[in-house]
């Protein structure tokens, strides 16, 4: 049993996902994956497909969820990240990215926004029909190409407010350093140059700036109005192939999806999809029948062993980060560099094989399993306790758990139920951030 992670931990490592998942680009064999090709989706579970021989759009599997103890989503590959993340360590659950890659060998806070001016063509369709919507969006969607001395990746963004900002996947920028160049494909074939800004890889987010570009930002929506079974249209750059849009209907909610590898795991309570999305479509945005963005395409699941040209593709199981998370987190990162992460003060056992997640008998390096003077401590938790139930509903793996965390906000009061020995509890507590 290794170092049980903390409860705002990372989760334990878990086993890999039935079927695998892969980011929006293709990384390389392990984790994480090279810089290259145009943006994918990460996997959310298994091994990274190689990238194709050129640069190419990549992604990234999410991989179907792996064996659980019990009904639901089991934590995606790297799960073992997770078991940090509770108790405020760095770490991420396993999922994949949907950027494409291959490889070589603070500004002024968001206000309201209002729809962008119909594009050539959308006056001649229904309003609220996806051809006007999809004329009115592709304006405002970007193609982002990531080159390093290593290698390449594109993927997909759009435009969050009139300050030149532009949201994408963390995944498609991650390996933008010093020595790398970020260029912004506009609509109309402009290449401008763009500045990394902010990133976060636990939240699979970044905010990219542009400077003379004159985009119309989309209107962003309340992600959580949305009902299984609504109609959905995804815009990006699958296989480099930019302003391609995509259409199908919410197909779940609250989806606990954890892609990424073993440095750079996102948790995500995703919006599960089945518009069509492949490598290259990372970081455009999930719009609803309005024309608002209600979530940033991420991840895609994938049937094991599959691949096509080094990565995977649709099988119409796609994850967005739905636009409540956006939103707090973008403005973060413009406005910082970084996003604040609600973490409870807690290692688990990962070596725990029973119902819900056990709280661990101590953290690395002689830690203690129960952070002093945080939530968990606060709460009355100890080690040993088991968490059974968050908000009334079961929690079965420490990667769904981390998930359900992550999901809310600093200062947000949650409730849990514990377990000790043969007597179960509900507890109260506010949850403190770390960065």
Known sequence: MGAPPPEDAEAPASP????????????????????????????????????????GPTTSPVSAPPARRGPGWGALVGATVAAGLLAGTTGGIVGGALADRSEATASARRTSV???????????????????????ALPSVVTLRVETGSGDATGSGWAYDDAGHIVTNNHVVADAGDDATVTVVLADGTQVDGRVVGQDASYDLAVVAVEDAALDPLPLGRSAQVVVGDQ???????????STVTSGIVSALDRPVTPGGDEDQSFINAIQTDAAINPGNSGGPLLDMAGDVIGVNSAIAQLPGSSLGGQSGNIGVGFAIPSDQVATTVEQLIETGRAEHPVIGVYLD??????????????????????????????????????????????????????????????????????????????????????
């Open 114 to 136: 209002d729809a962008p001016t119909p594009g050539p063509g959308a006056t001649s369709r229904p309003e609220g029909s996806i051809a006007h919507i999809a004329a009115t």
């Open 350 to 435: 990962s070596g725990y094989d029973g119902e819900g997640v056990r709280i661990a008998d101590g953290g690395p390096d002689g830690a203690p399993a129960v952070t002093p003077g945080g939530p968990a401590d606060e709460a009355g938790l100890e080690a040993g306790d088991v968490i059974v139930r968050f908000e009334g509903r079961p929690v079965t793996d420490e990667g769904e758990l981390v998930v359900k965390i992550r999901a809310r906000r600093v200062g947000d009061s949650v409730q849990l139920t514990i377990r000790r020995g043969s007597q179960e509890r509900d507890v109260t507590m506010v949850l403190q951030g770390s960065g």
């Open 16 to 55: 890999a996902p039935e079927e695998p998942t892969e980011p929006l680009w293709p990384r390389a064999q392990v984790p994480p994956p090279p810089a290259s090709a145009p943006g994918g989706y990460p996997p959310i579970s298994g091994s990274w497909s190689a990238p194709p021989s050129t640069a």
């Open 232 to 242: 959905v249209i995804a815009v990006g750059a699958p296989l480099g192939l930019d």
